[in-house]
Every structure is written in structure tokens, then in C-alpha cells.
């Protein structure tokens, strides 16, 4: 497992890949906080928080992290590349951890240079260091493990075909689907005495939560297993392709 994932982060820096990344997450987030005028713009607003960091990042994440998964299996298996990695001593689960494991270090090494935005905003208010840290904390957290789910979600889709294009837009259905797909569906005529228990399987509700500063081991379990359910999904297709072959 670890060698897949030391492979997968040499590609992400080896190329632009892993570049294109952060820059494309910390540009758009710091256009829309300080740069571009309106609501989201922090120096206009003239509220010292952190609410336009969390309140962009999920949708910026919902493009980007799907465009680095996309290649992840799709291109293995476009390339014939997989086999070389089956002819290796790892199994189907370590392949599908190293993978996933270096999608989401990607996204932990996005995350870090908001630590920026965090002391920028410390600084900044009237009266400085009166910031809401344990929502900011909380949200942090929270943004991490919504990005990992965004991940699993995306190899998921990847193992599904050999095109990378196609892979892109299944991971950005699916991830749409658990971020924001369950509390639309919640609230459809004839839904409304189980609106909540709905609205309880998208990953917003969790968010939220966790936004608000409060670590509920609840969200934490919640998070942990969807991606561990997405990365069983991938192995169930990947031994399946092999049943197939085999056959």
C-alpha cells in the first residue's frame, strides 16, 4: 500500500497535477475573500470569520477533487497498467488505499496554506484574536473529511470505466448527490415526517454540524464509514473485472 501511495504522489508532483491543485483551491478562495467585491469579500463584509472559506470550499472541491481521481483506475485501465500492479504482491484493498490515501494527503496539502487565512483573520478583527476558533477548528475538520469522501467517491467512479472523462462526471454526480442531493430530495411532497432521517445520509448535514464547532463522534463515524463503503464499492468492481477475465 504504501509503495501505491509513494507512486501517486510522485505523479501528482512529477506533473502539474498536484500544482494545478492547490494553486486552482487557494486562488479561487482568496479571489472571493479579499480580491473580488461583495458579500463573500471579507474586507467588505467587515466581519472578521472564516464563513466564506467554508461556505466556497466544498463546491471548489467538488470539481477539483474528482479531476485528480478521475485518472486514478480509469487510466490504469485504459493503459493496460493495472495488470502490472496485480502481477505485484498487493491485494485489490492496499491498491484502492494507496490511491486514496494520496488523494486525500493532496487535499490535506491544499488545506494547509488556509492557515494563512486563519492568522490573517485573527489579526484583522477590531479586536484582534476575536474569532470564533472552535467553529473555525470544527469547520476545518469538517472540510477535510467532506474532501475525503469527495475522494473515495471519485476512485469509485474511476474503476467504473477506462475513460477518464466519464470518470470525472460520475464522481461529480455522485459527490453533488451526497453533498447537497439528500436535502433537496428531503423536502419533496410527502417526505416531511422523515425529512431529517434524509437529510441525515448527506454529507451537508454532517458538515454543518462539525461547522459549528461541535466534534460529534456521530459525524466523525459518519464520514469514516461513506468512505470506507466507496472504497469497498471499488474493490467489489475490481474483483469483479477479475471474475470476468478469469472467465
Known amino acids: 500500500m504504501l509503495a501505491i501511495f509513494r507512486k501517486e504522489i510522485r505523479g501528482f508532483f512529477s506533473s502539474l497535477t498536484g500544482y494545478i491543485v492547490i494553486i486552482v483551491f487557494l486562488l479561487v478562495n482568496s479571489l472571493f475573500m479579499w480580491v473580488l467585491p461583495g458579500e463573500l469579500n471579507i474586507l467588505d463584509s467587515g466581519y472578521a470569520g472564516l464563513d466564506t472559506l467554508f461556505f466556497l470550499s466544498p463546491w471548489v472541491f467538488l470539481f477539483?477533487?474528482?479531476a485528480v481521481t478521475m485518472r486514478m483506475i480509469a487510466e490504469e485501465k485504459r493503459l493496460g497498467t493495472i495488470e502490472l500492479l496485480y502481477s505485484k504482491p498487493v491485494t485489490e484493498r492496499e491498491i484502492i488505499w494507496g490511491k486514496?490515501?494520496?488523494?486525500v494527503a493532496l487535499v490535506l496539502l491544499s488545506l494547509l496554506p488556509c492557515l494563512v487565512y486563519f492568522f490573517s483573520v485573527y489579526a484583522l478583527g477590531e479586536t484582534p484574536g476575536n474569532l470564533d476558533q472552535g467553529g473555525t477548528w470544527g469547520a476545518f475538520i469538517g472540510l477535510f473529511f467532506l474532501a475525503a469522501i469527495y475522494a473515495s467517491a471519485g476512485i469509485f467512479a474511476s474503476s467504473l470505466t477506462d475513460n477518464q472523462v466519464i470518470a470525472f462526471i460520475l464522481a461529480l454526480l455522485i459527490c453533488f448527490i451526497m453533498f447537497m442531493g439528500f436535502d433537496s430530495f428531503a423536502y419533496l411532497p410527502g417526505l416531511k415526517k422523515i425529512d431529517q432521517f434524509i437529510i441525515s445520509f448527506g454529507i451537508n448535514e454532517h458538515?454543518?454540524?462539525?461547522?459549528?464547532?461541535?466534534?460529534?463522534?456521530?459525524?466523525?463515524?459518519?464520514?469514516?464509514?461513506v468512505s470506507v463503503i466507496f472504497n469497498e464499492a471499488t474493490r467489489f468492481v475490481l474483483i469483479s473485472r477479475n471474475w470476468r477475465k478469469k472467465s
Open 64 to 66: 477539483l477533487v474528482p
Open 207 to 225: 458538515y454543518k454540524s462539525m461547522s459549528r464547532g461541535v466534534i460529534d463522534i456521530r459525524d466523525i463515524v459518519y464520514f469514516i464509514a
Open 100 to 103: 486514496y490515501l494520496a488523494s
